[in-house]
Each structure stands twice: as structure tokens, then as C-alpha cells.
């Protein structure tokens, strides 16, 4: 490989690290965060923690369902879906007899109402904010998830640059090293290690991009009722829920339902999901029964959908660190702050190089010759910032 192309593609990964650093460095690290916005939820709501519960202590959806009605008096319950995560509580989707949409979350041991609040709960903000920058519509969420194809396009570059890459997994800054030199090792050290992270997150976010441009493969219809009167019929209560659930057991006996949807129009029918033995990454099975005859009206399995939908739910999975519980969240959120610090690392390194004398440092002039190396981008980033602010003053606070 010629020295004449590992310039120009060096010039190019510095170009898409200056420009980009304040995207990617708050991608990487609201997505960090995302991975524990519950919990961090919990911190301001800690009722919602139940701690570890057994399988048959927990409480139906009926119960669930009847607790819910009571506490929201004329409110209307959508979607039940019990422990969303290890230790948390059960969580109810409804909307009150205002029309306000809410979250309910219930002890699983007794349906208890512990806390009701808005359905734009935190981990619901973080998430817009992560995936669309809370612009509305598909707008957003194709100019976020467009830029995975310049991360793919930056790290590949690095590696380029990086002459024998795979050499400096273990390649320490010398002690030797001035400053600026250590620091340009550091990076490269870094960036090794989170290469594969980075390729992947890349990669999902590419696939995700395909689907907000439509390519979404082929996911089968929820099986549907015969048309009714009323969305709900007469007498419509929790036991029948329980009754509906029980049906679907008789002819699936392996099937764990996690969420149950609630019938909301006249042909709608209750959707379990859940999994048929043990659940994986390739998604949930969905079995509907219809309320009024409780007949089981079919289930869609994951081996039922086609093309990118088959493999959205694995994209998912791996995008957002969910793949392995606790511990991959762990794993990705630690990967994901080791990248907010390579961002920034490359932005000091530019500003070093640049910078009189041996000063290594951000401040005052540093941020100055920064904003200057940016060019027109910076107007970008302001402009981007004034809406997501407004969006936000528009969405949460009017």
C-alpha cells in the first residue's frame, strides 16, 4: 500500500474525526447511558424495584389489568407487559379517561399499583433523543442512523493508517514518551480495542437505516377476530384475560407469554408474546386468541418473518447490548464510554499538533482553534442543538 493513499486516507479519518467528535462523542455516550436509563429511572422512582421474584409467585395479566383499572377510574389499559427488566416491577401502557397516555407499574407479587406516571418516561426521552435527536417522523431517524456509514468509513480508515494493527492490542504508551506522543499511543490502543464495537454498531446502525428507508422485509399480520360490535365486549374483565392466556397454553403448553395487547378495535384479537421454550435473540413468538370464543386464532414465530425482518430483532439485540442481560449491558456501556473517550482523545490530539509549543489542553484557545477547524460544521452543531432544544421545550415542557 503506497505512503501516497495512507495519507490521503489519513487526512480523511482526521477530517471525519474533527468534524464529527461532538456527534459521535454524544452518540456513544447517551447510548452508554441508554443502556441504564431505567435504573437511572429508578433512582427518582424507586418503588418500581421489586428485587428477585419466583415464577409462581408472580400475578397474572388479569390481575394486573383489574389493579390498573381500579387505580386509573374511566383510564383504559393497552399493553401489560410483566418484568421488562430482572428486578423491576411489572409495567402497565394505558390511557387515562382524559386521554392522557401513562405508564402504571405494579408489584408482580400482588398487582399493587406502585407509581403511575406519563408514558414519555426517561428511558423513552433517551431513546428518541439517541435514535432521531427527538425530530419527529422518519426525518430525524435517517439522519442519525445515515452517519453509521461514516463511522464505518472513519474506522476503517484508522485501520488503514494503523499499519499492523492487530499488533497493537497490548502496545502501552512509553513512559519515554513526551506527552503528545503518549497520548497519540493511547489513542491507538483505545481504538484497537473498540474496533470490533465500533464495526458492529456501525454496521446494525446501517441496517437500521435501510429500514427507515422502507426495507423492512415481511412481518405476518397479527391473526384477527371476526368483526364485533364493540373493540371490547360485554363483561370484558381480567379473569378473561386469564381465561385467553389459559387457551393458548392448552395449545402451546412450552409458551412463557411476557406482554399481552389488549383487544383495542373490532377486529382485534389478544396478542401474547413471549417465547415457546427457552427465549433467544431471534425474537417473540405471538399467539392471538379470540376474546369472544377464546379459539386460538394462530402464532406467528420468528421463523415466520422475511428478509431484514428476520434479522431485526438480532440487530437490536447487538446494537443495544441486550444480547446477554446484565452482563452484555455492562460490556456495551463500558465499550461505549471507551469510545466517547476516543473521540474526544483524537479531538486533543489535533488540537496538540496544532497547538504552539507542547500545551495539550482544550480551553480558552484550544476550544477556539477547535470551532475554527471545524469551519461551517460548527454552525451545524448550533443549529442542531437550537432544535433539539426546542423540541424538547415542545414535547416535555409546554
Do not use: C
Not at 81 to 107: L, Q
Not at 175 to 186: A, H, I, P
Amino acid at each position: 500500500m503506497s505512503r501516497k493513499f495512507r495519507n490521503l486516507v489519513f487526512t480523511a479519518h482526521k477530517w471525519l474525526g474533527l468534524h464529527f467528535a461532538l456527534f459521535f462523542g454524544f452518540m456513544f455516550f447517551s447510548g452508554s447511558i441508554l443502556l441504564f436509563s431505567d435504573e437511572i429511572e429508578a433512582l427518582f422512582t424507586p418503588d418500581i424495584l421489586v428485587g428477585s421474584i419466583a415464577d409462581n409467585e408472580r400475578v397474572s395479566f388479569g390481575t394486573i389489568f383489574q389493579s390498573v383499572n381500579k387505580a386509573v377510574p374511566g383510564g383504559t389499559v393497552f399493553v401489560i407487559a410483566k418484568r421488562p427488566k430482572a428486578g423491576f416491577a411489572d409495567r402497565s401502557f394505558g390511557i387515562t379517561a382524559s386521554g392522557k397516555r401513562i405508564i402504571a407499574w405494579t408489584d408482580p407479587r400482588d398487582a399493587r399499583v406502585l407509581s403511575i406516571g406519563p408514558n414519555r418516561s426517561f428511558h423513552y426521552f433517551l431513546k428518541e433523543l439517541h435514535e432521531s435527536l427527538l425530530v419527529p417522523k422518519r426525518i430525524g431517524f435517517l439522519a442519525v442512523s445515515a452517519t453509521s456509514g461514516i463511522l464505518l468509513i472513519s474506522v476503517l480508515a484508522g485501520l488503514i493508517t494503523y499499519r499492523r494493527f492487530w499488533r497493537g492490542l497490548l502496545r502501552l504508551p512509553n513512559r519515554s514518551m513526551d506527552e503528545r506522543n503518549r497520548k497519540g499511543v493511547l489513542h491507538r490502543l483505545i481504538a484497537v480495542w473498540v474496533t470490533p464495537f465500533l464495526l458492529l454498531i456501525s454496521l446494525t446502525g446501517m441496517f437500521f437505516f435501510l429500514g427507515g428507508l422502507g426495507f423492512n422485509g415481511y412481518v405476518p399480520p397479527a391473526p384477527e377476530a371476526q368483526p364485533r360490535e364493540v373493540a371490547r365486549p360485554a363483561g370484558f374483565d381480567g379473569a378473561l384475560i386469564d381465561r385467553a392466556e389459559q387457551a393458548a397454553l392448552t395449545q402451546y403448553p412450552d409458551f412463557r407469554a411476557k406482554t399481552v395487547n389488549i383487544p383495542g378495535a373490532r377486529k382485534h384479537a389478544f396478542r401474547f408474546g413471549g417465547a415457546l421454550g427457552s427465549p433467544t435473540i431471534l425474537g417473540n413468538w405471538m399467539i392471538a386468541v379470540d376474546p369472544v370464543s377464546l379459539d386460538v386464532l394462530g402464532i406467528v414465530t420468528p421463523a415466520d418473518r422475511r428478509g431484514n425482518a428476520r434479522i431485526t430483532p438480532v440487530a437490536n439485540a447487538l446494537h443495544y447490548g441486550t444480547w446477554g442481560g446484565l452482563t452484555s449491558r455492562i460490556i456495551w456501556a463500558m465499550f461505549g464510554l471507551a469510545s466517547t473517550y476516543l473521540v474526544f482523545a483524537g479531538v486533543r490530539i489535533y488540537l496538540a499538533r496544532t497547538a504552539p509549543g507542547d500545551a495539550l489542553d482544550i480551553a480558552a484557545s484550544g476550544w477556539r482553534r477547535y470551532l475554527s477547524g471545524l469551519g461551517k460544521t460548527k454552525w451545524i452543531y448550533l443549529a442542531a442543538v437550537l432544535l433539539v432544544v426546542a423540541l424538547f421545550v415542545k414535547e416535555y415542557v409546554i
